[in-house]
């Protein structure tokens, strides 16, 4: 009877200290857990207040480029056409080169100047509530020979240099009357020439029509 009271005591004496010892055990476990998943909640709740505050800004800017694109309807009219398939605006000032030539005829040098000035007007004269940078493309086109004519092939290459020029010199007449646009640091204009290719060209009988100006007006809204 006493070993029997002995052994129980025994017993008794070994439970309670493993008992304690692994409630503790499993207290430190879940108090591990429970930290590690605060941290993990405190970091997504970070990440997610950081891309919140990065949404709001791309919806601000999205905001500022949309009044900007609907104040550049102002440009549509005697000098300019907008493509809303290309997203683009087209001089209307109806150059022709001669053949080969990148001159620009006197003829058509006021109404250039005039939409030059046109240009100008409308882009310093939008009010934003952020800094605003306009990247200006002004493309020099060419027109191709009629079709299986070896002139295509053979002044491929040269006709991009001659559709530069052509912007180029109208960029050159804009400056020589006092329409320096990189003056103005909201401005950034830049040139080039798409030969005999490019997007948004005219085919068939109006080949001929492609030997002309393209500008396009794209609005980079936020801090330089």
Sequence with gaps: MNNSTSNNRQSNDFFWPSYVDLMTSLFVVMLVLFVYSFKLFKDREGELKKANGE????????EQ?????NSLQQLEGRYFRYDPANERHELLVPVQFKAGRDEIQDSYKPALLQAGRRLRTVLKSIKTDQPVRYLVIVEGMAARYPQGDPRNAREEQTTYQLSYRRALNLLNLWKQNGLNFS????????????????TGRYSGRREGDNKRFLIQVIPKVGRF
């Design 55 to 62: 949404l709001k800004v791309k919806a601000a800017e999205l």
């Design 183 to 198: 003056q103005d640091r909201s401005i950034e204009l830049i040139i080039g020439g798409s030969g005999f290719y490019g």
């Design 65 to 69: 480029i949309t009044k900007i694109r």
